[in-house]
């Protein structure tokens, strides 16, 4: 899609799948069932996107997926599913891992950094030799001294090998003209959304803030969430302001939908999707 001067792809890196009660968190099985189906496991099944911004200057990827550094029961367990993988996706654009200049986390959880690291030659090394990685220190070091609720959802192999090559953020602060994040605590206290700009038009990947459309009401809100009224803060702060700027809505798990243009009544968001 054409974002201003920007070139934006949504990628997948294949699937995976999630207790649906975890995933809705307070909310009724029978309300989010409509949206979402469960297996017989009561699992739901999540997209794993990615998106790369070329901006005639830079490649920068958001996210990087699951990766393939996973055992079988790991697989199993989440309910991996490899239709394609984020390196592949690159490859049919022409790039390779040589070609990407940034890569920017929204957070740390295995689900969103799988790629930063791949084996070679029995060993774990950056995917992105080039790349410079971007993420919140707070985020960083949190994800190497997790609490025992959420030390499941850090992999230490999917991202500290990169550490030579990553920028330490604090706050909200701009990567490159008209690439910037924004830290919305909730899901993690360091959480950041990236915001991408061009020519007064407008994206957001939101991250886990809303992981699918079908999370844009306020209080669905997952049970992952370490700070869920946070969460609800972050929502009514930034949910607003993008619908006001007609913002192309980028969601990291809505297996139908990776992007949809926002749009608010009072306070109900709708996600119009585009083509």
């Not at 996210?63 to 991996?80: L, S």
């Not at 490899?82 to 689900?111: C, M, Q, R, Y």
């Not at 302001?241 to 306070?267: N, S, V």
């Amino acid at each position: 899609m054409k974002l201003g001067k920007f070139e934006l792809f949504a990628f997948t890196d294949g699937t995976f799948a999630l207790d649906g009660g975890q995933m809705f968190g307070v909310v009724p099985k029978s309300l989010w069932e409509r949206k979402i189906p469960a297996d017989d496991r009561n699992r739901v099944r999540m997209s794993l996107t990615c998106v790369l911004v070329r901006t005639g200057t830079h490649n920068v990827l958001v996210e990087t997926g699951i990766g393939d550094k996973f055992a079988p029961k790991y697989a199993d367990i989440y309910g991996i599913e490899k239709s394609t993988t984020l390196p592949a996706e690159l490859a049919k654009l022409g790039l390779g891992p040589d070609d990407i200049d940034i890569v920017i986390n929204t957070h740390l959880h295995f689900d969103h950094c799988g790629w930063n690291t791949r084996r070679e030659n029995g060993r774990i090394v950056p995917t992105f030799p080039r790349a410079r990685y971007y993420i919140q220190r707070g985020e960083w070091d949190h994800a190497l001294h997790p609490t025992e609720r959420d030390a499941a959802s850090y992999v230490a192999e999917f991202f500290r090998p990169t550490e030579a090559q990553t920028e330490f953020l604090e706050g909200d602060q701009e990567i490159l003209p008209g690439i910037s994040v924004e830290v919305m605590p909730g899901h993690t206290r360091n959480l950041q959304c990236v915001q991408i700009e061009s020519e007064g038009e407008w994206a957001c990947f939101i991250s886990d803030l809303v992981p699918t459309r079908h999370h844009l009401p306020y209080p669905w809100i997952m049970a992952f969430d370490l700070y869920p009224l946070d969460t609800l803060a972050s929502r009514h702060c930034l949910l607003p302001r993008l619908a006001e700027q007609g913002a192309l809505l980028i969601f990291p798990h809505d297996p139908d939908t990776p992007w949809a243009r926002l749009t608010a009544e009072g306070e109900r968001f709708a996600a119009v999707p585009v083509s």
